[in-house]
C-alpha cells in the first residue's frame, strides 16, 4: 500500500468519524426545536382546551393516505389517512383571518354536541397554531383540530383541493368517500349542518 493510499485511507475514516458524531445532534436538534415549541404553545393549549385528535383507525383513506398535520391540542402528529378511516367525519377547514369561519365554528361545535351528529374534525390554515388555539379559545370551541401550516398550500389542503374561499367542509363517509360540501357553502345553522352531513353521507 503506497503512503498516498494510507493517507487518503486515514482521511476518509476521519471524514466518516466526523459525520458519524454530527449525526445525532442533527436529530437531538430538531427533537430540541419541536420541544421548545411545545412548551411555547403549552399555555396557549391549556387555554384552548381542545378535544383530542383522532387516533389511528381501521384501515386508511386513499384520498388522505399518508397526509399528515399536526395536531393544534397537544402538538402530536396526525396521519389523517389512518385517522378518519372507518368513522363518518365532517371536516371543516378555516383560517383566522376568515370572518365567515368565526362564525360557522361555533354552530359545528353545537352540531358535534348534539346526538347522531358525525365527528367533526377542523382543519386551521394559513396563520399560526398560536393564532388558531387564541381564535378557538375567544370563539369557547373545543373541537378536536388540526394545523395544515401557515404558508398558501399544506399537505390537508393539496389533498382534498381546497379552494381560496373559506370555510370549505368535506364530509369523509364510512365507505371513505370524500365529498365537498357545496350546498350550502357556509353554514349559518346547526340544521344546516345535520342536513348538509345527511345529504352526503
Not at 389533498?159 to 365529498?179: C, F, H, I, M, Q
Request: glycine share 8%.
Amino acid at each position: 500500500m503506497t503512503t498516498a493510499t494510507k493517507w487518503a485511507l486515514a482521511a476518509g475514516a476521519l471524514v466518516l468519524a466526523v459525520l458519524v458524531a454530527l449525526l445525532p445532534r442533527v436529530g437531538d436538534s430538531q427533537d430540541a426545536d419541536d420541544q421548545a415549541a411545545r412548551q411555547e404553545l403549552a399555555p396557549a393549549r391549556a387555554a384552548a382546551a381542545l378535544q383530542a385528535c383522532p387516533g389511528p383507525g381501521q384501515g386508511s383513506l386513499e384520498r388522505l393516505a399518508g397526509v399528515e398535520a399536526t395536531c393544534l391540542g397537544d402538538g402530536s402528529k396526525v396521519d389523517l389517512g389512518s385517522a378518519l378511516a372507518g368513522e363518518p367525519t365532517l371536516i371543516n377547514v378555516w383560517a383566522t383571518w376568515c370572518e365567515p369561519c368565526r362564525e360557522e365554528l361555533p354552530l359545528l361545535q353545537t352540531y358535534a354536541q348534539r346526538r347522531g351528529a358525525v365527528r367533526v374534525l377542523t382543519v386551521q390554515v394559513e396563520s399560526s397554531a398560536r393564532d388558531g388555539l387564541e381564535l378557538l379559545t375567544e370563539l369557547d370551541v373545543h373541537l378536536p383540530a388540526v394545523h395544515d401550516g401557515d404558508g398558501p398550500t399544506g399537505p390537508v389542503r393539496k389533498a382534498l383541493k381546497v379552494p381560496r374561499a373559506l370555510p370549505a367542509s368535506y364530509l369523509v363517509s364510512e365507505d371513505g368517500t370524500v365529498r365537498f360540501i357545496s350546498q350550502p357553502r357556509l353554514f349559518t345553522s346547526v340544521e344546516q349542518i345535520r342536513l348538509a352531513v345527511e345529504r352526503s353521507r
